[in-house]
């Protein structure tokens, strides 16, 4: 089998990583070559990178910067992690990738869906996502999940607006690249969300064979 490329996207709080990994899950016990990852981070320098953009004290970073440095790390993911694993046949499951930046730097930093849309476009070398699943939940719900939370990085402390700005990000996300993204109703039971991810990785693992 030729290798997949599936990136999860939502705003936070949308379950992105319960359902990822246990789609991860499933799909290896079906016998797939699975590797999960997400995004900022998944090998050494990006997770470094990470470090560096979510943390609470840097308050003085530029919104320039930030979109320079996820792009960065965006793009040794790719090079080090996702190329290699796609090379070999296998499924990748990233949460988040591009479309986080359209929408969080996009729109939340007001950045501009095009310029970083372009900036992106140099690290990505034209790599887009086979299939992106979106968590679909109201992002009040999301951010009610995430209050729970112990600790709160650079970009959850932000202020209510720019979550606002955030969601109407993703739905320019959703309208621009809506052939490869599959909205699913996250609002829903966990069991609910998994079964109707697998249900549509699955798919499209049959349509690409
Ligand atoms: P995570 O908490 O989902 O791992 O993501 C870390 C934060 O980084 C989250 O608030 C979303 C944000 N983010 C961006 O702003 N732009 C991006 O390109 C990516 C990948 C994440």
Do not use: W
């Amino acid at each position: 089998m030729k290798g997949l490329f599936i990136t999860f996207e939502g705003p936070d709080g949308s379950g992105k990583t319960t359902v990822a990994t246990e789609i991860c899950k499933r799909l290896s016990d079906l016998g797939y070559e699975v590797v999960h990852t997400r995004e900022p981070g998944g090998i050494a320098i990006s997770e470094d990178i990470r470090n560096i953009i979510l943390d609470p004290k840097n308050t003085m970073m530029d919104a320039k910067t930030e979109a320079l440095l996820y792009a960065a790390s965006r793009r040794q993911h790719l090079v080090e992690k996702v190329f290699p694993a796609m090379k070999a046949g296998k499924i990748v499951i990233c949460e988040r990738f591009l479309d986080s930046s359209l929408a969080y730097q996009g729109y939340g930093r007001q950045l501009g869906f095009d310029e970083v849309l372009s900036i992106n476009l140099f690290a990505i070398d034209n790599t887009y996502p086979d299939m992106t699943i979106y968590l679909d939940v109201d992002e009040q719900v999301g951010l009610d999940r995430l209050s729970g939370r112990e600790f709160k990085d650079r970009l959850d402390q932000e202020s209510i607006d720019f979550h606002h700005r955030v969601s109407e990000g993703y739905r320019e996300v959703l309208r621009r690249f809506k052939d490869r993204i599959t909205i699913i109703d996250a609002s829903k039971a966990k069991e609910e969300v998994i079964d109707a991810s697998l249900k549509e990785i699955l798919k499209k693992i049959d349509d690409q064979r």
